[in-house]
């Protein structure tokens, strides 16, 4: 009969090396993209999310703070201070829904929709920055988005 601490020490151990987890793959990439935007959203002010926010206001225009979350992942408790620093400086306005006054509708004022066009130098500047191709690109976030579905679809069922 085989102990468990048998077991274990039958793993090799370089399946628990930091660099062969898929985890941290992702993690090191989300912080090395951090580093990428930040001088670039440091000349506007923005910071990352305030950013994520900005990018899904300008596909779409006057959204709930709730369906905002629900796009970038994020809870009221994360978002509200990031909108309410994106309103100070300007970018977006909130307003109560006069159909419904329990849900905040936050719109791009025309300083945010004029931040619109930079965004695209942004784009541009991170496409090099990453070294890829668009083909590339386009394979690495479609793989990225079949991994969040699948994490997604595991955890419901647990």
Known sequence: MITEAAKLDALPDEALALGQQLCFAVYSAAHAFNRAYKPLLDRFGLTYPQYLVLLALWQQDSMTVKRI??????????????????EAAGYVRRMRDPADERQVIVSLT???????????????EIG???????????????????????????????
């Open 110 to 124: 025309e300083g945010g929709r004029r931040l619109k066009t930079e965004a695209f130098t942004i784009l541009a």
């Open 128 to 158: 090099k920055a990453t070294g890829c191709s668009l083909e590339e690109v386009s394979e690495l976030r479609d793989a990225l988005h079949r991994l969040t579905q699948r994490l997604s679809d595991n955890n419901l069922e647990n």
């Open 69 to 86: 979350g629900e796009e970038l992942g994020l809870d009221s408790g994360t978002l509200s201070p990031l909108l309410k620093r994106l």
